[in-house]
């Protein structure tokens, strides 16, 4: 009951300081200051007259508040055209399309974008945890107000300014230019478009909103990589390229030829044996090319974690950077199952694999040992491995022990909080493909790979 009536309060809290941020004017937040210091200084009428300062001001706000009914926003409508994607940490430009359906030009409107509305649940309040939440003293704990500002600040996936709006002229499709910042990858909802108006004296605004639901794709944040030599060579692919985009076994067609003993009756080609009364057999072409691994550590204790975002971050730019269309590149990661994504040689694209990345979530049902039976199950075709790790334990060090005692070219990168030297283990014969990426130095660390 206690931590219920602290959501009420923290949500209704959150509520009107929304609403008086969009409400009040920064002339607006003057006045009402000076009217504050006029009535403190005011309060003995017979030694003062700032009484009579705060009367008039007191009065300027009251008016002002009034006219804002009159001075509202009349009939707008607005849509939005959004790009397919943008990506964490890099400005998204759009277009605003607004149409002022009265009959008279409407001038001095400010327009914001309002978001989904970003406060926690209950069940999210109560059953997440900020993290370093048990180095608080515990009347922090107990109240849980920065676990409410952690949330809230969670929740809020992008920021977004207001924009300052032309004269909008009667019955006529107005582009306006903005932009918004997304600060992390998903999915970005985007509910309605609200215009403001200030009143004749611009110290309140009437605010008019206009329900415009869309949502765009927020790509993961991409550090700059030099290109690097990827360990491993060729190997054989059974059933050549195509079996790469398929479930099952294919194979690389190249031509008919007469049947031989021992070939397999599934390779017949009936139609040219209904034609020369003779079994003919498809032909098919055993290809050899390099396959690589990128393989993305899910498995933290944290659901939401800082490191995971990063190791996300680095993925991608692994992905982004590794564009050889001679090569095939297999990203590997376990949530609710085990995945493996295949891009390169006409199979998919690098947006693709992105796209992923951007919707991939910490798992915590599964055991690290799911992620190295997948690729285990892969390590007959996989040319080498890059490693993106959350953590360098002994399960880790094993599982890069077994894939090396397999003959298999690996490489490792550790996402770490600090700066701290961890033993290579496995890697103490390889240190060169040993990397630890400091959260605080992960862009100089993949510049120098």
């Known amino acids: 009951?206690?931590?219920?009536?602290?959501?009420?309060?923290?949500?209704?809290?959150?509520?009107?300081?929304?609403?008086?941020?969009?409400?009040?004017?920064?002339?607006?937040?003057?006045?009402?200051?000076?009217?504050?210091?006029?009535?403190?200084?005011?309060?003995?009428?017979?030694?003062?007259?700032?009484?009579?300062?705060?009367?008039?001001?007191?009065?300027?706000?009251?008016?002002?508040?009034?006219?804002?009914?009159?001075?509202?926003?009349?009939?707008?409508?607005?849509?939005?055209?959004?790009?397919?994607?943008?990506?964490?940490?890099?400005?998204?430009?759009?277009?605003?399309?607004?149409?002022?359906?009265?009959?008279?030009?409407?001038?001095?409107?400010?327009?914001?974008?309002?978001?989904?509305?970003?406060?926690?649940?209950?069940?999210?309040?109560?059953?997440?945890?900020?993290?370093?939440?048990?180095?608080?003293?515990?009347?922090?704990?107990?109240?849980?107000?920065?676990?409410?500002?952690?949330?809230?600040?969670?929740?809020?996936?992008?920021?977004?300014?207001?924009?300052?709006?032309?004269?909008?002229?009667?019955?006529?499709?107005?582009?306006?230019?903005?932009?918004?910042?997304?600060?992390?990858?998903?999915?970005?909802?985007?509910?309605?478009?609200?215009?403001?108006?200030?009143?004749?004296?611009?110290?309140?605004?009437?605010?008019?909103?206009?329900?415009?639901?869309?949502?765009v794709l927020i790509l993961p944040k991409r550090y700059p990589v030099t290109p690097f030599e990827l360990p491993g060579t060729m190997k054989y692919q059974q059933g050549g390229v195509s079996m790469a985009s398929s479930i099952g076994e294919s194979e690389e067609f190249v031509s008919l030829r007469e049947y031989r003993p021992g070939d397999p009756l599934r390779r017949i080609h009936w139609k040219s044996f209904a034609k020369t009364g003779k079994p003919i057999v498809k032909e098919f072409q055993e290809e050899f090319f390099v396959r690589h691994a990128l393989?993305?550590?899910?498995?933290?204790?944290?659901?939401?974690?800082?490191?995971?975002?990063?190791?996300?971050?680095?993925?991608?730019?692994?992905?982004?950077?590794?564009?050889?269309?001679?090569?095939?590149?297999?990203?590997?990661?376990?949530?609710?199952?085990?995945?493996?994504f295949t891009s390169g040689r006409g199979v998919g694209q690098t947006e693709q694999m992105l796209e992923i990345l951007a919707s991939v979530q910490v798992c915590r049902e599964k055991e690290f040992e799911a992620l190295e039976n997948l690729v285990l199950e892969h390590a007959a075709q996989i040319s080498g491995c890059i490693c993106v790790f959350l953590d360098w334990d002994d399960s880790r060090k094993d599982f890069v022990r077994s894939l090396k005692a397999r003959g298999t070219p690996v490489k490792v990168l550790v996402v770490a909080e600090t700066d701290a030297s961890l033993d290579p283990g496995p890697m103490a014969d390889q240190p060169e493909q040993f990397h630890i990426l400091p959260m605080a130095q992960i862009a100089e660390k993949l510049g120098a790979l």
């Open 1 to 215: 009951m206690f931590q219920r009536y602290l959501y009420l309060n923290y949500r209704a809290f959150s509520a009107l300081k929304f609403w008086v941020k969009r409400r009040i004017t920064p002339a607006g937040w003057l006045v009402l200051g000076a009217t504050l210091a006029a009535a403190a200084l005011g309060v003995d009428t017979n030694s003062s007259l700032a009484y009579q300062t705060f009367a008039f001001l007191f009065g300027l706000i009251l008016v002002s508040a009034l006219l804002t009914r009159w001075s509202g926003v009349k009939r707008i409508r607005a849509r939005r055209i959004l790009p397919r994607f943008g990506s964490a940490g890099e400005r998204l430009s759009y277009s605003l399309i607004l149409c002022n359906e009265s009959r008279r030009t409407q001038s001095g409107l400010h327009a914001y974008d309002d978001m989904a509305d970003p406060r926690p649940s209950f069940v999210e309040f109560v059953g997440t945890a900020e993290p370093g939440e048990e180095k608080r003293n515990w009347l922090d704990r107990a109240y849980h107000y920065y676990r409410w500002n952690w949330l809230l600040a969670r929740n809020t996936r992008a920021e977004i300014e207001e924009q300052v709006l032309p004269d909008l002229s009667p019955r006529v499709d107005q582009n306006v230019r903005a932009e918004l910042m997304p600060l992390r990858r998903g999915v970005l909802r985007l509910a309605a478009v609200s215009i403001a108006a200030p009143d004749p004296f611009g110290l309140f605004r009437s605010l008019r909103k206009i329900p415009a639901p869309q949502s």
């Open 295 to 340: 393989i993305l550590d899910t498995f933290s204790a944290q659901a939401q974690s800082d490191v995971f975002e990063e190791a996300v971050s680095v993925a991608a730019s692994l992905a982004y950077t590794v564009q050889d269309q001679d090569s095939l590149l297999d990203l590997m990661f376990v949530g609710p199952q085990a995945y493996c």
